[in-house]
């Protein structure tokens, strides 16, 4: 059996590294296939990388990426959520794994919209045996994500109504502090249609308290920020 290529992103070299001990060690002992990894510690390495097997149709099968990653401008590339979309449009057999140290909900939302991992993993839950069977899940096209990421999901979908990416950009907003007043700089509202909206959310999430505190909380206990 031909090896799997793997590109491992990650701007850690000791965490990478025992990443690729882990899928040598698994392939020795016949739990997973031999891997051939390349490494890249930042996105502009990953970028070249990825470019240069797709000049050559030697797409990689498998690439753990990391979100938090130094910044590539010359190509637009700012993050490991980045370097996801690309993987997207250029190599959309691969399969790419997430994996990060990011907690906030509304941030892990967005990106399983906008990569669709086929798995997500928070490093503070990784462990060896997870790391192996989030590999395996993955070859046999099972998606794998984290016991964190699993009930944010669980939550929200369990809700009675979906909440659209404008609420949910308005809240994130709110939660970091942004004012009510402030809103309309980052959103193209106007300030009647901030308020229309907090009181539509207060509707949706039951809370009958005007003020902005009792709605963050209700939301945070919801999972969604």
Not at 27 to 44: C, G, M, S
Not at 73 to 102: C, H, M, N, W, Y
Not at 152 to 178: A, C, H, M, T
Request: glycine share 4%; with cysteine.
């Amino acid at each position: 059996m031909e090896p799997k290529r793997m590109l491992i992103i990650d701007d850690h070299e000791l965490t990478a590294r025992g990443y690729g001990y882990l899928l040598e060690n698994a392939a020795l002992q016949n739990i997973l296939p031999k891997f051939v990894i390349d490494y890249a510690q930042d996105t502009k390495s990953a970028y070249r990388q990825i470019m240069s097997k797709v000049k050559t149709s030697l797409v990689y099968d498998i690439v753990l990426l990391d979100i938090n990653l130094p910044s590539y401008p010359e190509k637009k590339i700012f993050t490991g959520e980045d370097v996801g979309k690309l993987l997207r449009k250029v190599a959309s057999k691969t399969k790419i794994i997430v994996q990060t140290a990011l907690t906030d909900n509304h941030l892990l939302y967005n990106l399983f919209q906008s990569i669709d991992p086929d798995a997500i993993a928070l490093k503070s839950e990784w462990n060896e045996e997870e790391f192996v069977r989030c590999i395996q899940n993955v070859l046999e096209s099972v998606p794998y994500y984290s016991a964190a990421f699993s009930k944010l999901i669980r939550q929200q979908f369990s809700k009675p109504f979906i909440l659209d990416n404008e609420d949910r950009e308005l809240l994130y907003l709110l939660s970091i502090g942004v004012s009510s007043k402030e809103i309309p700089k980052y959103l193209p509202w106007s300030s009647s249609k901030v308020e229309k909206r907090k009181r539509i959310l207060r509707e949706k999430f039951g809370v009958e308290e005007k003020n902005l505190l009792s709605l963050l909380r209700a939301v945070k206990v919801a999972g969604f920020i």
